[in-house]
């Protein structure tokens, strides 16, 4: 199976802050990464897919970049609503795998 | 836009078979650009691929569950199930259904619509 593995595992963070999230597979998985954002007691949301491409109305201040093994996912100036929990995960092979998640607090 | 729902008993006793359905409106479950999929998620801790249906009824399940599970698609009804049988306490936590976006000609794809998520509890 492919490990993916982010960091950190939590932030804090202010309102207007650049925040960047890694994620780092365990082999090379060229760019099969999707993003996702979820909040408690929520659903995940999809953000990214094929590692940069931005899901249809998710705002530009997200961006996500990498190929191979090493991936992030940017906020450019972060807003009261991105206050959440990110994840990646690859769709390279089976069995499909999340990373961990990044808990972006105040 | 999709909109899916989970339905199910909340609550499962140990070493029975937990049952899930999501029910799938907005677009048919008869769509050549989508795979239908569920994902759970333990208690405190991180989102597991559980497994992945077609329309056709070709399926791709996480080896981890591979022994207990059995998924299925009810095209009449736009609806797709899962089965996973001897369930234990580590069983437990909000199980999600998910539309699988599929590009054509590659392998890229991702979870775009997601139901809001079932609360399983496996206990006596």
């Known amino acids: 199976d492919i490990q993916m593995t982010q960091s950190p595992s939590s932030l804090s963070a202010s309102v207007g802050d650049r925040v960047t999230i890694t994620c780092r597979a365990s082999q090379s998985i060229a760019n099969y990464l999707n993003w996702y954002q979820q909040k408690p007691g929520k659903a995940p949301k999809f953000l990214i897919h094929?590692?940069?491409s931005l899901h249809s109305g998710v705002p530009s201040r997200f961006s996500g970049s990498g190929s191979g093994t090493d991936f992030t996912l940017t906020i450019s100036s972060l807003q009261p609503e991105d206050f959440a929990t990110y994840y990646c995960?690859?769709?390279?092979?089976?069995?499909?795998?999340f990373g961990g998640g990044t808990k972006v607090e105040i | 836009q999709l909109q899916l729902q989970e339905s199910g008993p909340g609550l499962v006793k140990p070493s029975e078979t937990l049952s899930l359905t999501c029910t799938v409106s907005g677009g048919s479950i008869i769509s050549s650009d989508y795979y239908w999929g569920w994902i759970r998620q333990p208690p405190g801790k991180g989102l597991e691929w559980i497994g992945t249906i077609h329309h056709s009824g070709t399926t791709y399940y996480n080896p981890s569950l591979n022994t207990r599970l059995t998924m299925s698609v009810d095209t009449s009804k736009n609806q797709f199930s899962l089965q996973l049988t001897s369930v234990t306490a580590a069983d437990t936590g909000p199980y999600y259904c998910?539309?699988?976006?599929?590009?054509?000609?590659?392998?890229?794809?991702?979870?775009?619509?997601w139901g809001q998520g079932t609360l399983v509890t496996v206990s006596s």
């Open positions: 995960q690859h769709v390279y092979s089976i069995p499909l795998t």
């Open positions: 998910a539309s699988q976006r599929l590009v054509p000609a590659t392998t890229t794809n991702w979870f775009d619509s």
């Open positions: 094929a590692a940069s």
